[in-house]
């Protein structure tokens, strides 16, 4: 059974590759005879033709490996309901020298009429700019690109997209320059209707009838419209004059194809065909972009061996020019050399990379380029890591030399000195939008291989610094300044904190000598009520009420590196405590302790007492303090005696709910009908399991226990003799 299973598999794939016969197909309502490819718009048809200027070759080979014979395949076209004679210029052989003609849009129908599928350029043919990088390189990591360590601007051709391909619709701009293979129609309009198709010919001519001969090579098209106005103007009469009836203009019906060779340092140096509107980025990008070793500010355009333009790549990357970026002609060269001097640039700046310098650039230059300082930038100074010339170098591992270069910052106007926040970094942009944000770098060359390391401001812990806590509102440590003192730290911890201890504080220095043993010096400053920060535009405080510390003039105290300022806490000071109480009392509310000593009985005497429905039992009371919860309480023994040891002393945010009386008792668990019973008074717990349809054949009478109203649980004793003896109250 296995063998025959695998022998019809192998019949099955042996028929999948055998070629099947192609017929003619009727035409559908989106392939009708003469017009355009099934799914095709118009725009997509004219970027096909221009992209792919060998596709009459591949239609000629697609005919060939048909089979048919030239008879065989008039027969299909006119059963089509195309002209029979359509294919015939791909019929017979190629011309040695001689293209295949550019199909229509009409032939292009045809030949997916036929059953021959989609049109792809043979393999053989040139590389046709299609928008998409063939050879794409690994892409950067994000640790190449924090730390600098990858060259600027390369991987600006490795990304999918269409940036750098020309506008293949829309109107070409006057400045364009014509030559064979543009194809322009000129409309005349208004008095006559009519319009010429002009194939501009390989002399450079276009014929008009009843005009002639028209030398268009290398006009631009502005120009053309001039003097094709002019020469059409001498046969029509009404194009000009005072009043003219006859209206002209002309335009670019189809760009020709430019065919530019792309070498040096390119992913694939070659030939391309791109067209006539391309420039030198999108032969560029045509080519699969620069590798790693170009030469960016340098990039050759060479015509008639001449070079007519010089590219510079950080012109566009880094201030979006593109002047350089010039319009290609046939036979254009575009040539990328070697890099020349790269330097790297790492640390504390906004664009670390690896750049190209160019000859007369130097140290600001760079800077400039890697898009200046961060504002965590150390700005005082700077070091160049350079590679020692061979004849300098000395025995040793490390043929090195470190450079530390001196910056300069220059001060800010009288108007950036009133404008400014404090605290503003110094690599900050100035007004004038200069990168370097007003440091001063010198003019220093460098050589190929340096490495510009720019510092950044160390963390605060490596910094001069002092440190409070205690009683502020924004606790922790800040920069010691020259000339700070405690007043100026109190103010940026935001000021004291309600209850802060307002004559004296504690500062912990660093001590003048350690021989026996000490960490720290400790001493009392005085400080007053002018620290508080809670005032109105008089200057009268007009924060909570504390302990009266009145302004006395309490001197500035100077503050060292590395002091740590206590801001002491008021004895015996904290805010109000509070207790809830609701349920059957005459004033239910929230209630503030008047002293650490007020009992249950004292928050219940001040909310007016219980009412007359209330069920002192019932009390159920809540402790917040330690997460104890409910804490069972014999209330009616506290309200006939205060000192009745459950008559507790409150804490805060204690909560106590009096319920109203519901003579009902719950039975709950193992028994056969779980419910409320009325209450009686002086039954027994009996009588209750009784009224819940008794014990059920699950329960066990030996651990029945009776949680009361106020929260208490006691157990039932497993004897008989004491089991009806627990009397349940509502």
């Known amino acids: 059974m296995k063998l025959r299973t695998l022998a019809a598999l192998g019949a099955l794939t042996l028929c999948a590759v055998v070629p099947t016969r192609s017929y003619a197909q009727v035409p559908t309502q989106g392939q009708l005879p003469g017009g355009l490819p099934s799914g095709m718009t118009p725009d997509q048809l004219a970027q096909l033709l221009q992209q792919n200027p060998q596709l009459g070759n591949v239609i000629r080979q697609k005919l060939q490996q048909s089979g048919l014979t030239p008879e065989q395949i008039r027969a299909q076209l006119a059963a089509a309901g195309y002209p029979p004679n359509l294919l015939d210029a791909y019929l017979g052989g190629a011309q040695p020298g001689q293209p295949s003609p550019l199909p229509s849009a009409q032939t292009l129908a045809a030949v997916q009429a036929l059953g021959m599928g989609t049109l792809t350029p043979a393999p053989e043919s040139l590389h046709i700019d299609t928008g998409f990088i063939r050879v794409r390189a690994e892409s950067l990591h994000a640790d190449s690109l924090a730390s600098g360590n990858y060259v600027f601007g390369v991987d600006v051709f490795r990304r999918t997209t269409t940036q750098f391909l020309p506008q293949l619709t829309g109107p070409v701009d006057p400045m364009y320059r014509l030559g064979p293979g543009d194809v322009l129609v000129a409309v005349l309009s208004g008095a006559i209707d009519q319009s010429y198709l002009l194939d501009i010919n390989r002399e450079g001519f276009v014929i008009i009838p009843q005009v002639g001969l028209i030398y268009l090579n290398n006009l631009t098209l502005e120009s053309a419209r001039g003097l094709l106005f002019d020469r059409l103007g001498r046969v029509y009469s009404k194009l000009r004059g005072p009043s003219p009836t006859i209206k002209f203009d002309v335009t670019v019906s189809r760009v020709r194809i430019n065919q530019v060779y792309v070498i040096g340092e390119v992913k694939q140096p070659g030939a391309y065909q791109i067209s006539a509107l391309g420039s030198a980025l999108t032969a560029l990008y045509a080519a699969g972009g620069i590798t790693a070793r170009a030469n960016l500010r340098q990039i050759e355009i060479r015509r008639l061996n001449n070079v007519v333009a010089t590219l510079d790549l950080y012109d566009y990357l880094l201030r979006g020019d593109k002047r350089g970026d010039v319009r290609l002609e046939t036979g254009d060269v575009i040539y990328v050399p070697l890099h020349g001097t790269r330097v790297q640039v790492t640390g504390a700046v906004l664009r670390p990379a690896i750049y190209e310098l160019k000859e007369g650039e130097t140290l600001p230059d760079l800077l400039r380029a890697a898009g200046g300082f961060r504002a965590n930038a150390a700005v005082d100074r700077l070091a160049i890591h350079r590679i020692l010339p061979a004849a300098e170098r000395r025995p040793g591992p490390l043929p090195r030399a470190a450079l530390d270069v001196t910056l300069a910052v220059a001060p800010p106007s009288s108007d950036q000195r009133g404008s400014a926040n404090p605290g503003t970094a110094a690599g900050a942009a100035p007004a004038d939008g200069d990168p370097l944000g007003g440091v001063s770098l010198p003019s220093l060359p460098l050589d190929n291989g340096d490495s510009v390391v720019v510092d950044s401001i160390g963390p605060l812990e490596s910094l001069l610094y002092v440190g409070i806590s205690g009683m502020v509102t924004k606790p922790g440590r800040y920069p010691w300044q020259d000339g700070m003192t405690l007043r100026d730290l109190v103010k940026l911890a ?133 997460n104890a919860g409910r804490v069972g309480l014999d209330l009616a023994k506290v309200l006939k005696d205060k000192r009745n040891r459950d008559n507790i002393l409150l804490a ?36 209750y399991l009784s009224a819940a349809g008794g014990v059920s054949f699950r329960g066990d009478k030996g651990r029945v226990f009776v949680q009361q109203p106020n929260g208490n649980v006691r157990a039932v004793h497993k004897r008989p003799l004491f089991f009806g003896t627990s009397k349940p109250t509502p």
């Not at 007053?528 to 405080?541: A, F, K, N, V, W």
């Not at 001197?555 to 509070?578: G, S």
């Not at 204690?654 to 019973?677: C, F, K």
Request: proline letters at 9%.
């Open 494 to 626: 935001r000021g004291p904190k309600i209850g802060a201890y307002l004559k004296d504080a504690e500062i912990a220095r660093l001590p003048a000598d350690r021989s026996q043993g000490q960490l720290a010096d400790t001493l009392r400053v005085p400080i007053d009520s002018t620290y508080l920060l809670e005032r109105d535009r008089t200057g009268r405080y007009i924060g909570p009420v504390g302990l009266p510390f009145p302004g006395g003039g309490a001197p500035e105290v100077a503050l060292q590196p590395y002091d740590e300022i206590l801001i002491l806490k008021q004895p015996d000071f904290e805010l109000q405590r509070t207790v809830q109480v609701r349920g059957e009392v005459r004033f239910p509310g929230t209630y503030a302790l008047r002293s650490k000593g007020d009992h249950l009985t004292d928050v219940l005497d001040r909310a007016g007492g219980l009412t007359p429905q209330a069920y002192a039992n019932g009390i159920r009371f809540y402790r917040r303090e330690a």
């Open 652 to 687: 805060d945010g204690d909560s106590l709910y009096i319920p109203p009386y519901l003579p009902t008792v719950r039975v709950e668990g193992a028994v056969n009908s779980p419910g409320s019973v009325t209450y009686a008074r002086g039954q027994g717990l009996d009588y």
